[in-house]
């Protein structure tokens, strides 16, 4: 062999070692060759894999030599995933022959969306043992799946500690991470934070989450059933509202606190001005409502004199008591009414209210504030749905002053359809004064009209009434008219007013009557505005004419602007502003008074719970005013502004309002500096209410400072001796004698679960429970969940009733019964990391004669039942199970005749993958 130079060898090694690291690190593509025999084509180099589900891809080999060749295939997956290839099947291909073969590939349930997964298939050719490998990509598109599930829908509450746990899962199964948030709405005490609760599952994965229920021992006796709503957000928008049931598990429940009737009552104690002992004033308020059968009830009101630090009392006592039942009302006490007179006094109230729509009040006093005797009665007569009649008679007989007067007035109401209200009313009057100097007979009248018109396009207001200055009652002389007409184009509006008042009374002086002029003011001009939104915006633009107290008096004249608006500007911040301007001028006789303008302004605001209030005046708006000016030459000039803050503490246990006040009132020369405080308390499971609340001026007298305090207690009284509620006591037995009859020899059924109604019970050491201060009435009584007691039975049935028309004892003997037991069979899938919980699914078993039986398994899919014997259709509930489970057969025959007892197994099994065969288009 020739000898050949040391740096061609060098090269040559160098060419063999990078033909060799190109070969075997070079990538493989769709079309490739095996020793140059095969020509290999995937139908698609890149599938998407449609969530967990078989999938559809091609793959084409041609023998592209010229001699017949054996060839042998694998087609590897990623870890977890599944394939329906035949793997390790040797094929024969002729020169020039194409072999097809389909792939079908699933995605394992923990694949991700976002990662690349290589498929490999080896072609092995048989010839000359050389395997080559060719690869397509498989990419599993996103998929957002999960669900959520109660363990346990119904749970009890624990006896011996004061938590008791629920459980939910919640599972993840799409392809991506998903975030949740759980929020609680209940008003029991969690473990847990009821609100943004967050967590996150990776795909494939679940989690069970459990939860406290506190409940101290002591409350078990009164707990009554309740509902957690677990609401479960997904970060992909979606929501799934789980809904526990929370039951109280005692022996003894009080469905009420009490057998008596029991009378709400609330007393609350007031002090005023505490922090200083010479202005302090207290007094107490209470009231109670005693609730009767049939619609009926008994309540009070009272509230104390005043008493002072040195024991002083003032007469602000006030107290009465009302019965009142579907159609009448009885009232006897102190009585106060605003009507034709002011009614305060001591008497009595009678009210009826008939089926037709009739209703009548009558009220007699003898008034607190004078020698009178008063009485009013008021009628309402229904004509139709659209008319009536309302008429009322009202007598006061004042023996100091020797003054007497009845009157009547009758008011007919008309509605018009949905646009339309009218109102006439007429009435008279008459007074008689018998004084030793001064006798009187004399008789006035009253008339009204009142309607409103509204429609999308046209509004019509109007509201007028004249008394006669002889009619008697708190309209003598009152002269009024209110009126408003608006047009109405989108969302403006544009129209008039007009405005007139005006009061002259005839009132008796020593010997005479004498006839007094009250005041006159009216208003006439135009108004415009608009709303749109959550905004709004009314012009007005007047003439003003005033006179007061005297026609001797000085009459002005204002021309004025008024304007009324508010917006919500965000979304808890709004604005509202009321403000006029104005121009007066004294009006007639010789007045050297120049015409003086005048700014008034107030509003809020308001962002939330905080704010700002703000007032300002600018030059004499109102009567009194302009009088001063007239007189004295001083011009109103104030302004004002009180910021405030509210704010709660403690899940509303604690509320505070804190306002700061500035007032400057620049026409006297004051500044005024001042804050309020209002403090309130609220404990209501206790029912104890403590107020806080006064003010402070700072710089000024101590008698514009003042410090208050109510505290208000809530209980329910008992009236004993007069029951209203009965207890029922069941004992469950044993009925070993067979005689129906609890006596010496049967054994008590101890730790059994009944449900008595809505209320579940567990029975004590005596099998004893016990339903304490309930109505009479047929109560249900179910016994289906006494799940620790094998081979008896309840003589009557697991459903009974109890006909309850006192406290007795119910008594539930067992006998000897026939015993089903079984079981849950999982058949998994292999491959599969799916879970299944066997808890807590519903096996029900029918008898021949249609009664349903029914018990739930436990954590190990075991479950039993006591039954007669008969024969059964046993069916497992399949509606609980998710789609990747079914149940091989839901009904399994029982036959207990003959047998004492039988064992049944439900089969569940894991559900094959769907395959998704996709056609190929292309051909």
């Known amino acids: 062999m020739p000898h050949l130079n040391p740096h061609i060898i060098k090269l040559l090694k160098a060419a063999i070692v990078s033909c060799l690291f190109a070969a075997f690190f070079s990538p493989k593509t769709t079309l490739a060759r095996a020793n140059n025999d095969f020509k290999v084509v995937f139908l698609k180099d890149t599938l998407f894999q449609a969530g967990n589900s078989f999938s559809f891809n091609r793959v084409s080999i041609t023998n592209i030599s010229s001699v017949k060749q054996a ?36 995605a394992a349930y923990g694949a991700i969306s976002d990662k690349l997964y290589t498929v490999t298939l080896t072609i092995n050719n048989m010839a000359i043992g050389a395997k080559t490998d060719y690869h397509y990509i498989a990419k599993v598109m996103a998929n957002s799946n999960w669900r959520a599930a ?50 996150t599952l990776r795909p494939g994965r679940d989690t069970i989450l459990r939860v406290g229920i506190i409940v101290q021992k002591k409350y078990l006796e009164e707990f009554k059933p309740q509902t957690i709503e677990i609401d479960v957000s997904g970060k992909d928008k979606t929501q799934q509202t789980l809904i526990q049931h ?30 200083n002992k010479q202005q302090q004033i207290s007094y107490i308020n209470s009231f109670g409502v005693l609730s009767l059968a049939n619609q009926r009830s008994l309540s009070f009101n009272f509230r104390s004199d005043n008493f002072d630090a040195q024991n002083n009392r003032a007469s602000n006592r006030y107290y009465n008591i009302n019965y009142t039942t579907k159609n009448w009302k009885i009232s006897i006490g102190n009585q106060t009414e605003f009507s034709a007179f002011l009614i305060d006094g001591f008497g009595a109230r009678l009210s009826y209210k008939a089926d037709n729509g009739y209703k009548i009040e009558a009220v007699a006093v003898k008034s607190r504030l004078g020698d009178a005797d008063q009485f009013n009665v008021r009628q309402e007569y229904t004509i139709n749905k659209s008319s009536g009649i309302i008429n009322n008679t009202a007598l006061n007989f004042d023996l100091q002053q020797k003054d007497n007067s009845i009157l009547n007035i009758t008011e007919y109401d008309k509605a018009f359809g949905k646009t339309g209200q009218l109102a006439i009313l007429g009435g008279y009057g008459w007074n008689s004064i018998y004084q030793p100097v001064l006798m009187s007979n004399t008789t006035g009248g009253t008339a009204g009209l009142r309607y409103n018109y509204n429609s999308p396009t046209f509004t019509l207001r109007t509201d007028n009434n004249i008394s006669d200055k002889n009619f008697p009652g708190l309209e003598r002389g009152v002269s009024r008219s209110s009126n408003e007409l608006r047009f109405i184009t989108g969302k403006f509006f544009f129209g008039g007013i007009a405005e007139y008042n005006a009061r002259s009374v005839t009132l008796p002086d020593s010997n005479k009557l004498l006839s007094l002029f009250g005041g006159r003011t009216t208003e006439y001009g135009l108004r415009t505005g608009f709303i749109k939104g959550r905004g709004s915006l009314t012009l007005t633009a007047s003439v003003v004419n005033q006179l007061q107290d005297s026609l001797t008096n000085i009459p002005f004249r204002s021309d004025k602007l008024t304007m009324t608006g508010g917006m919500v500007l965000f979304k808890n911040f709004n604005f509202s502003l009321t403000g006029s301007a104005s121009r007066s001028f004294a009006e007639g006789g010789n007045y050297n008074i120049s015409p003086i303008n005048s700014i008034t302004a107030f509003g809020t605001l308001q962002s939330s719970k905080n704010g700002i209030n703000f007032r300002l005046d600018d030059g004499p708006a109102y009567y009194s005013d302009l009088f001063n000016y007239a007189k004295t030459g001083v011009k109103t000039d104030r302004f004002q502004v009180s910021p405030y803050v509210e704010q709660d503490f403690f899940k509303s246990v604690l509320d505070a309002r804190v306002e700061v006040d500035y007032i400057d009132d620049m026409s006297n020369q004051i500044k005024s500096y001042g804050a309020r405080l209002d403090l309130n308390l609220s404990l209501i499971k206790s029912g104890l209410y403590i107020r806080f609340y006064g003010n402070r001026n700072f710089g000024r007298e101590n008698n514009l400072n003042s410090l208050n305090i109510s505290i208000r207690k809530t209980l329910d009284m008992p009236l004993v001796g007069l029951q209203k509620y009965s207890t029922l006591k069941v004992i469950l037995f044993k009925d070993n004698n067979g005689n129906n009859v609890y006596d010496l020899g049967d054994e008590p059924i101890n730790e059994a679960s009944i449900k008595i109604g809505e209320q579940y019970f567990t029975t004590n050491k005596l099998g004893e429970a016990y339903y304490k201060n309930i109505k009479t009435g047929i ?10 007691l094998k081979g008896w039975i309840a003589k009557k049935g697991y459903k009974q009733q109890i006909n309850f028309d006192k406290s007795q004892v119910w008594y539930i003997g067992y006998e000897r019964s026939r015993f089903l037991s079984g079981s849950l069979n999982l058949v998994k899938d292999p491959l599969s990391k799916l879970e299944f919980s066997p808890s807590n699914i519903r096996i029900t078993a029918i008898s021949s004669k249609g009664e349903s039986y029914s018990t739930l398994t436990d954590e190990n899919g075991a479950f039993f039942l006591n039954l007669p014997a008969d024969t059964y259709l046993v ?20 036959d207990l005749t003959n047998k004492t007892e039988e064992n049944l197994v439900f089969e569940i099994r894991e559900r094959k993958r769907a395959i998704n065969i996709r056609k190929n288009n292309n051909k």
Request: glycine fraction near 4%; aromatic fraction near 12%.
């Open 779 to 788: 109560y249900s009584l179910d016994l289906g969940q006494v799940t620790n």
């Open 246 to 275: 929370v039951f109280s598990n005692n022996t003894i429940f009080f469905e009420n606190a009490s057998s008596w009737f029991t009378a709400p009552i609330s007393v609350e104690l007031v002090s005023q001005n505490f922090s």
């Open 150 to 199: 109660l363990i346990n829908p119904d749970i009890k509450l624990d006896r011996i500690n004061k938590e008791t746990y629920f459980q939910f899962r919640i599972s993840n199964t799409g392809n991506i991470p998903q975030g949740f948030n759980i929020n609680y709405n209940t008003s029991l005490d969690l473990t847990v934070a009821k609100r943004n609760n967050q967590i």
């Open 875 to 894: 069916q497992i509930n399949a509606n609980v199970f998710t789609d990747e489970f079914r149940v091989l057969r839901e009904n399994l025959n029982a």
């Open 71 to 106: 060839i042998g295939l694998d087609l590897a997956v990623p870890e977890g995933w599944q394939t329906l290839f035949d793997n390790h099947k040797i094929f024969q291909l002729a020169p020039n022959a194409t072999l097809e073969l389909p792939i079908r590939v699933a």
